[in-house]
């Protein structure tokens, strides 16, 4: 509703250029949804501090993420064996990680 009350009339909208009533559309609705539903911003929650996450480990999470995307991408079975077998090193080298820390 007040979307329409900034709007110009159908009799002034017919006259004006395509420019010109594109961008006092945009305007208005602009306008019209910051009244709704304004921007808020939330400050970002901290992620809890990881001590035992050391640089091999997070190389070797890449590179699982890596050969994941890849088998998802490509399907290939020689591409899942690899995935598997980096999960699997993944999985128990940040095991082994956890209970030494």
Known sequence: STALTLLPSIDCFSHLSVNCAT??????????????????????????????????????????????????????PAALELYRSLLSTFSSSLTSAKKSY
Do not use: G, H
């Open 23 to 76: 961008s006092s559309l945009f305007s208005s609705l602009t306008s019209s949804l910051d009244s709704l539903c304004p921007l808020t911003s939330r400050p970002a929650r901290p992620s809890p501090p990881q001590p035992w996450l050391s640089a091999v480990l997070r190389a070797t999470r890449t590179s699982l993420r890596a050969a994941e995307q890849k088998w998802k991408r490509t399907k290939l």
